[in-house]
């Protein structure tokens, strides 16, 4: 539907002349244009409300300074009272600079030959609603507080609402919504969240709860802080809804916990050789342990030594040493069950943890292909090497009950092979 004929429906004034009808109503009745953002036209007691003399001065009105805001919650009136037929709602007014709030009632109409959009205002001073300083003080905080407030009927159905929520959700507007669904449910971009919420409303829940809401800026992480109140005028039961976009927070404390995670990441991963590193193996080991204890199994723990290293960094440098670690560490890993750990705790040192029931066979057989893989020639930096292991093996429960202890037994085990000439193992 084009914009012109999505108000087709809206009478058309195209002159003063129509208006004669609205100087025999002693209220206030004014129209404004909205296209122009200025009065249309006011009847004597418009003119009189702001203290002027002539239409024309009504007509001739400055209002450049109006904010966005102002502006917004007039579009926002007009499109309502477009579609509903009528609107009625709270305005404040500044009467000699003084602020004045009244029960507005608002009709949509089209203006002049060139059909702008404009809205009739119906003012009955009768009923104010802000005589009071400390209500108008309420409004006006309401107003320019840059928190979205909207007061809302049971029905889901906005009320009135202050410039920050206009701000917030005016492009809802001009949107239809969903058969079955309401403007307080289009505002979310789950809408199933938004119905469940609506529900408890209903039932009489009042809290602040989390919820992401589809704004103008975005999908945006706001705090719904909601109370039952009363309408001021009929006492009709309606429900205030403030929100706290919290997303800057949300996303900043993202930021802390993936950069968190990325130190641990760091701390239990081995920056060389990408295998674990011993910090991480005694927080694996101790749930490792535990869990042994309980159920009564067998763990097992390897002590790996590489035999000769030190002479390989003497003669080929220590990036051709830091390239062999690397091929160990992956020659290691791939022999091991996957659900097993490996570590690297230091120089050419590595332990693994064999963590599901390691029995005295099973883990021999693994200590073996371990040696195997180790042995087999490497081709790095243009040389082609050997290098063998020394392993030491030890048993939880029977030669410890912790990792320290299991590391210092396989330890021990090792240097044993070390003393009887290397490239093998070693059971505590």
């Excluded at 400055?62 to 007009?78: N, P």
């Excluded at 971009?189 to 409303?201: F, H, M, P, Q, S």
């Excluded at 060389?272 to 097992?300: C, K, N, P, W």
């Excluded at 723990?301 to 080929?316: E, P, T, Y």
């Amino acid at each position: 539907m084009s914009e012109s004929c999505k108000y087709d429906h809206l009478v058309h004034i195209r002159d003063h002349s129509e208006l004669g009808l609205y100087e025999l109503i002693p209220n206030v009745v004014w129209i404004f244009d909205l296209d122009k953002h200025g009065w249309w036209w006011g009847n004597s007691a418009a003119v009189s409300f702001w203290n002027l003399n002539t239409l024309q001065e009504l007509i001739d009105k400055d209002l450049s300074g109006d904010t966005q805001g102002a502006r917004d919650r007039t579009l926002q009136t007009f499109e309502l009272a477009a579609k509903d037929g009528l609107t009625v709602d709270p305005w404040t007014t500044y009467p000699n600079g003084k602020p004045k709030t009244l029960l507005m009632m608002h009709r949509a109409v089209l203006l002049g030959p060139d059909k702008h959009r404009g809205i009739i205002a119906y003012i009955n001073e009768q009923v104010n609603l802000g005589e009071q300083p400390e209500n108008l003080l309420l409004m006006e905080a309401m107003r320019y507080t840059r928190v979205p407030a909207t007061s809302f009927t049971f029905e889901g159905e906005p009320l009135v609402e202050n410039p920050a929520a206009t701000d917030a959700y005016k492009h809802l507007h001009e949107q239809p919504i969903p058969q079955g669904d309401c403007a307080f449910i289009a505002r979310f971009v789950d809408r199933e969240e938004g119905r469940a919420c609506l529900k408890r409303i209903q039932d009489g829940e009042e809290g602040r709860w989390d919820f992401i809401m589809q704004t103008s800026e975005g999908s945006r992480r706001h705090s719904l802080d909601i109370r039952r109140t009363r309408h001021p005028l009929n006492g009709d039961f309606l429900f205030l809804v403030v929100e706290y976009d919290f997303t800057e927070l949300y996303e900043a404390l993202a930021e802390v916990e993936a950069a968190r995670a990325d130190l641990h990441e760091i701390a239990m991963t081995d920056t060389l050789t990408g295998v674990s590193s011993l910090h991480y193996m005694q927080e694996v080991a101790a749930a490792e342990i535990a869990q042994a204890a309980r159920a009564d199994y067998q763990l097992a723990v390897m002590f790996i030594d590489l035999d000769g290293f030190k002479s390989i960094n003497d003669a080929f440098g220590h990036e051709v040493g830091d390239n062999v670690l690397c091929e160990v560490a992956q020659r290691v890993k791939a022999t091991i069950p996957t659900e097993d750990m490996l570590a690297r705790i230091g120089g050419d040192e590595f332990v693994v943890l064999l963590s599901h029931d390691a029995c005295a066979a099973g883990t021999e057989f693994t200590a073996n292909r371990i040696l195997k893989e180790i042995e087999q020639p490497l081709a790095l930096n243009g040389y082609e090497l050997s290098v063998s292991a020394s392993i030491g093996i030890a048993f939880y429960p029977n030669d410890g009950r912790d990792l320290e202890a299991l590391l210092k037994t396989a330890d021990d085990a090792m240097y044993s092979v070390k003393r009887n000439g290397k490239n093998a193992f070693a059971c505590a």
